[in-house]
């Protein structure tokens, strides 16, 4: 069965932290996507990254890094120096078979103070 | 880029009345869109999945004669909530799969429902 476990509920840090959020997930596919995205308190979603499963590199985009580890099922998100603008709630999801909808993580409410 | 629209964005009805909420694909055909559901500090819970021309597949525990789904164009979804009671108010939002290729899918803004 498919599943995504964000462990971190919240996180709390000051501005300029760096700070980075966990994703596992479980798929019995070989072909399969990850997915990062925002949630401000408006509630619409803004898409972060998607990765394939073939693709385990690193990228940065900016403030923000992602480290893809297969061996350890993880996807976790690093914002450097963060800012009070990226206070929001952070969902990590999966999506495997072709055609089907993604599932999400219960997602983890980053607060950034000043 | 593709968009999604969700119309409308708020909405506020009485128990026991009908609220359909619309999700349209504007500059793609979408033969599949999916509606989630999202309660107030939790995640996203996918509902039901929507195929145009065809019966909607509704995820375990969704109510399929509450949950109203017609999907009967390549570009519109609609999600009719029958007979609102105060525990259907929550955030919906819908997704809708990109039929050109490559298996993208685009989240619209969401429709926050609140039953009175």
């Known amino acids: 069965a498919q599943k995504v476990t964000q462990a971190q509920t919240e996180i709390s840090v000051v501005e300029k932290e760096d700070v980075t959020l966990d994703c596992v997930y479980e798929?019995?596919?070989?072909?399969?996507?990850l997915f990062w995205y925002k949630q401000p308190p408006s509630g619409e979603l803004v898409f972060l990254i998607r990765r394939n499963s073939f693709d385990e590199q690193n990228e940065i985009s900016g403030r923000y890094s992602w480290n893809f580890q297969k061996s350890t099922s993880s996807f976790n998100f690093t914002i450097t120096a963060s800012q009070v603008v990226d206070s929001a709630v952070y969902f990590c999801?999966?999506?495997?078979?072709?055609?089907?909808?993604?599932?999400f993580g219960k997602g983890t409410t980053l607060s950034v103070s000043s | 880029g593709a968009v999604v629209s969700q119309h409308p964005s708020r909405v506020i009805c009485k128990s026991g009345t009908s609220v359909k909420i619309e999700c349209r694909s504007l500059d793609f055909q979408a033969t599949t869109m999916f509606w989630y559901r999202q309660f107030p500090k939790q995640s996203l819970m996918l509902m039901a999945t929507?195929?145009?021309?065809?019966?909607?597949?509704?995820e375990q525990g969704v109510e399929k004669d509450k949950f109203l789904i017609n999907h009967a164009s390549l570009t519109l979804s609609t999600l009719t909530v029958t007979s609102a009671h105060p525990e259907d108010s929550s955030f919906y939002i819908c997704s809708a799969r990109d039929s050109g290729g490559g298996d993208e899918q685009y989240f619209g803004p969401g429709t926050r429902l609140t039953v009175t």
């Open positions: 929507s195929n145009e021309g065809s019966k909607a597949t509704y």
């Open positions: 999801a999966l999506k495997d078979q072709a055609g089907t909808a993604l599932i």
């Open positions: 798929t019995r596919d070989t072909t399969y996507y």
